[in-house]
């Protein structure tokens, strides 16, 4: 999940910094939870992925087609 938010940010040219100031958050936290010293909180994620218009199930991992494999 992670690796995939940061490739989002990335391919967008923006910092954390920048990040930080467009959904309200800091910088420190958006550094915290792109290293795993904190787990993104949900309403974060919802932010990321309005700001970056990108899905939730992609940031996830959940598979297109909703079906997880048995």
Not at 20 to 32: K, M, P
Not at 45 to 50: A, D, E, Q, T
């Amino acid at each position: 999940m992670i690796e995939r938010m940061i490739g989002v940010r990335t391919d967008h040219d923006e910092t954390q910094r920048e990040l930080a100031a467009a959904i309200g958050y800091h910088q420190v936290q958006i550094a915290r939870y792109e290293t795993g010293v904190n787990a993104p909180p949900i309403d974060y994620l919802v932010k990321f992925c309005r700001h970056y218009h990108v899905s939730a199930d992609y940031i996830l991992g959940l598979p297109r087609n909703g079906e997880w494999p048995r």
